[in-house]
């Protein structure tokens, strides 16, 4: 037997379900433009029915949760993607940086080469005049400074990238504290029987920072999560997080660790991966290189140079003047024998242009050992490549990193907006539905409402049938 | 399928690439060079960087060749002056020789022969920018002196040093010849041949003058033949410094080649990239001014 009371029941149904479904609409108008927000949607079923004396009836409607619109698989690849962006943009930045210093000026290393030896070319037409050697010491000068500048550019620059890799790990930390702390949430705010949508959304985009700064890997069960780097170490276990701590090596290098475990070279993505990928070989890279060049140089030109003699006809290799011990004269103070520093440090051992050994018999008109500096020039004398091509080796090397990192970077950035499409599509709030949903909850509550009205006039006349 | 609702993000990306885009395209215009960090073109900048160490190898090699080519003339022009007073010392000798001159003539003569000895000393001592050219490697002292001490009336100072100056790759030039070589040769000695016919003018030995005059005739065609050493060297810096000018002329279009900017492509470039950007521009003016709230009452 169905009653005008039943009837009553299922409209006062439609009218709270419509009103809970208007909430949501509301909702979503209201975070068009929050990040990381993903669109509501109510999830309307209808009650269970009653069954009557066979009769199958309806009984109206409810408005069982609202939901969140998300696609898990969308969320995981923009989390990967955002961990290569960051790990490309921060090699980027690193490499743009240092490629400066091997950029053609009129005061790069190239140039100091070439205007080094021309030096000494002249020095060759005229060995024995007082203005052209000072040309040459000069013209060495000028090479050591462009060394010792390129040279510290990159330890500055280092150092900056060391303090960068602790600042990084204090806001890993920070990230993960906070993803703990909503996981305790969701997980009370879900057991409670509520939806936790906007509280998800939060760690989502939580988790897309943490993304962007370090590999994590997220592993997802009922309401709350587990994050852990590549290699498995754990940041976040439910509500608890495990922060990583950093400590610098006896190099002042800092080492990154967790619980105890040096974890930095199983680090290799996100921003955290680039700053370790740059600090730790990129730019170490070209420190050795320059090193390598500059202490080749330097030894194969003191080489030369104390086989000679000098403006007053001493032999510049001699351990002993007029009996009494001297230092064989070098042009360049001789680089350490592990050649690291050697760019750093490369420095002009004279500053009377007489002692440069231009003579090879011991008269001032001499120039054998000039020539045979010149010669230098076109010999293998580092790594096998003359001084000029090993330097052109490291501007290509540079550029090279530079431009894949920069090209990673952009293809990347590409794929990751191609992403943010995608999850736009799924998640985004559009305004013209949420206009046509408010237009049909409207309508359906003014509909129930209409229905209650006339069920109230049934409800009249049933009276009205009473007392006549 | 549900589309995208909210284009923004995507159009500011865009903006943003254009942005990039017309950057490095005025950076091109501005500094006329297509490489402007090594990363622009890694391969072209390391060719650059040899290219430009080649040009100023070049430029060295063209300035050295210009200072050796000055003294080299000027040595080669003091050669001329020794053949000229050598010829002068020929007549004289061939005067003093005839049977018509008496003593008092000859001594004349050989004072005039002393005076030209004293010249050539002073032309061997030539020094051209503080150095004794004729010294061999011993350019700091004049390496002349006159000795009459000496059978030849002259002592050398100098040594048979010679230098080589590179001026080019692989390629060097002698720059210098030694007195010992050029005036004090053994088998023709230029002093000895004067300080022959000065004595035998002073003793009046007329047979003697006649040998002494063949001493100094065959001194003076080794001079001239040892200038040859001066031309040819001065004509091989000629071809080698054309050889350079066109080296350095076609290296200055390789750079342009590898590293100058295409004006006209990236003028072409900069004006699509903006016209892009302005398209850009109308599309984020035009979206989402109005939405379907605007039409539902």
Redesign the interface.
Known sequence: MSSLNASLAIALSGLSADQGALEATTNNVANVNTPGYAREVPVLVTNAPDVIDGLTLGTGVSLQSIESIRDPILESQIQQETQTQGQAGALVSA??EA??N???STSDI??A???F??SI??L??????LSTRQGVLTAAGNLATAFNVASNNLTTQHSSLNASVAQTVNQINQLTGQIAQLNAQITSVASGGQGAGTLVDQRTQLIDQLSSLVDVSVIPSDNTLTLTTANGTALVAGSESFALSTQPDSSGTQQIYAQGLNITSTIVSGQLGGLLQARDRQIPGLENQLDTLAAGLANAVNTVQTSGYDLNGNPTGSTSLNGNPQTQVYLFNPPPASVTGAASGLSVAITDPGLIAA?S?G??????NA?AL??L??QGIIAGQSP??Y???I??????A??NA?AEQSAS?ATL?QL???R???S??????E??N??KFQQAYAASAEVISTINDMMQAVIAMKSS | MRVNPNPLPDLLAALGNNQQLINTDTQELASGLRINVPSDNPAGAAELVQNAAQTSTDDQFLRSIGSIQAELQTSDSALNSVTTLLQRAITLGTEGSSSTVNASDRLALAAEAQGIQSQLVGLANLSYQGKYVFAGTATEAPPYALSAASPSGVTYAGNSGVNSVTVGEGFSVQTNLPGSELFSNPSNDVFQAVEDLITNLQSGDVAGISVAVGEVTSASSYIDAQRVFYGNTLNQLGAQQTFLNSATTQLAQQENTIGGADLPAVITNLESAQVSRQATLEALAQTQQTNLFNYIK
């Open positions: 490499l743009s490629q400066v091997f950029t053609s190239g140039t080469i070439s205007n030896f021309n070319n002249q060759s037409a005229d060995p024995a005049d003579s018999d008269t001032a008109g001499s120039n054998g020539e010149y010669a020039n076109g000029t091509s330097y052109s080796g501007v290509s090397n540079v550029g090279n530079t431009a920069s950035a907006q943010n499409d995608q736009a599509a799924v985004g709030v559009s305004l013209d539905e206009a046509a408010l237009t």
